[in-house]
């Protein structure tokens, strides 16, 4: 058995072939079942009734990537100065064979984020499963299995869990049991994560398309083609991989050529497009009357647009690696992962340098900045927490491999995977 392709090889050159594999690598895995087939075990798990409105955003827990749909709420405190682990989970993997070389497939994916209700933790896996936990043993409750792999994070949204998986369905299961409610079919990956607002779910996807859904029913209410497909694109990296960001009536994503689109989220049309200038993954967020975008290694910048219009307002070009780690916006800072094995803390009215700090390999893990810390993790095999005024450390622990994946913070406890097979909680 050998590890993940992902620890010898670029993002960008993963992504080439991971799209091509993604309906082979269940029907070549070793778990149980029939290729594709949903399972769940029997186990059924008691919710409090949803509270939070008709939008996947709340402020005593964490619903989905980034907190809420405009990307800008990163969990709840207080962490403490050195986590302990409180349990981890060895998560299930799926074999096959590219160019010859056996691989593993397993752990959480990029960006792979956990959300909470009451007293359960729920998290997708590249292993094709989506797994729910006692938050506080880490005791497996139930699983759901899908046809590929979930690399994506969830949103949960009235006790129903919404996610995406490389055999092109966006899946809306029951959050007590596991069991499948819907599937919408988007024709190819979704690496992108969902978010409801208003009662309507939104996604982005690798076949072009910006997409509202009706999220009781996974019925389509409008598509928007946003390109980023066709002649020179690599397969598992086309279209749109960014997690849309939605405020004020607004949609926004990033596709593979780097070019940002503003939609009306009434019946999605086009409001401008603006320029990253190379494929860009990290998901933009939306913080008063800006949009933050970062791109990858051929245009290695972080960017800040004006809402209104889509004009440049200023480009933080201190990292020449690029980016895949989505901004972290907090008051007047801006918090990023960079390629360059650097955490990136600029001024986010100016684009200026504040601090950086260095780990020991590259930062694909969206920071979460609670309690004035922030979590990340890195493919160097550590988790970190630092200070978010000075950048200096208080507290690194070594997991079992690389993380991708972006912490989720409840309560002060820490929710995060790797990408080499464990789910792990750290707290007081």
């Not at 984020?113 to 292993?127: D, H, I, K, M």
């Not at 009662?199 to 389509?220: D, M, S």
Request: positive net charge.
């Amino acid at each position: 058995m050998t590890d993940t392709p992902q620890s010898s090889l670029t993002r960008r050159k993963l992504l080439g072939y991971g799209g091509k594999l993604a309906a082979a690598s269940a029907t070549a895995s070793l778990l149980p079942g029939i290729a594709g087939e949903d399972t769940a075990q029997a186990a059924r798990i008691k919710l409090p009734p949803w509270a939070y409105g008709r939008t996947s955003a709340a402020t005593d827990t964490v619903l989905m990537f980034r907190g809420n749909p405009a990307h800008t709420f990163y969990g709840t405190g207080p962490i403490p100065d050195a986590p302990r682990r409180l349990w981890r989970f060895r998560t299930a993997s799926i074999r096959n064979v590219i160019r010859g070389r056996p691989t593993v497939w397993t752990g959480t994916g990029w960006t792979g984020t956990a959300v909470v209700l009451g007293n359960y933790v729920f998290v997708g896996s590249v292993g094709g499963y989506v797994y729910a936990f006692e938050r506080r043993t880490g005791k497996l409750v139930w699983k759901h299995r899908g046809g590929g792999m979930f690399k994506g994070s969830l949103c949960a949204y009235e006790n129903r869990l919404y996610i995406g998986n490389t055999d092109n369905l966006l899946r809306c299961l029951d959050a007590t049991t596991g069991r499948r409610i819907w599937t919408h079919n988007t024709g190819r990956d979704l690496d992108s994560s969902p978010c409801v607002v208003d009662g309507r779910l939104y996604i982005a996807g690798e076949n072009g398309f910006a997409r509202c859904i009706n999220p009781r029913t996974g019925k389509l209410i409008w598509k928007t083609f946003m390109g980023g497909i066709g002649p020179g694109t690599l397969p598992g990296s086309n279209g749109s991989e960014t997690s849309p960001a939605v405020a004020d009536g607004d949609y926004y994503a990033v596709n593979y050529h780097g070019k940002m689109f503003c939609l009306d989220i009434k019946r999605g049309k086009v409001r401008w497009t603006a320029r990253t200038g190379d494929d860009t993954d990290a998901s933009p967020v939306v913080a008063g009357e800006f949009v933050y975008a970062a791109a990858e290694e051929k245009a290695p910048y972080l960017h800040c647009f004006e809402r209104e219009k889509g004009r440049p307002v200023w480009r933080y070009d201190g990292n020449r690696g690029g980016y895949y780690s989505t901004p972290a916006v907090v008051g007047d800072r801006i918090y990023i992962g960079g390629e360059d094995a650097r955490l990136h803390c600029v001024n986010a009215r100016t684009g200026k340098q504040i601090w950086t700090f260095k780990t020991g390999a590259a930062i694909w893990s969206s920071p979460a900045v609670v309690d004035g810390k922030v979590v990340f993790g890195s493919r160097d095999g550590r988790l970190y927490i630092v200070d978010a005024q000075t950048g200096t450390l208080i507290w690194k622990t070594r997991v079992d491999g690389r993380i991708i994946s972006s912490p989720c913070i409840v309560d002060g406890t820490i929710y995060i995977g790797t990408a080499t097979g464990y789910f792990y909680a750290f707290g007081a």
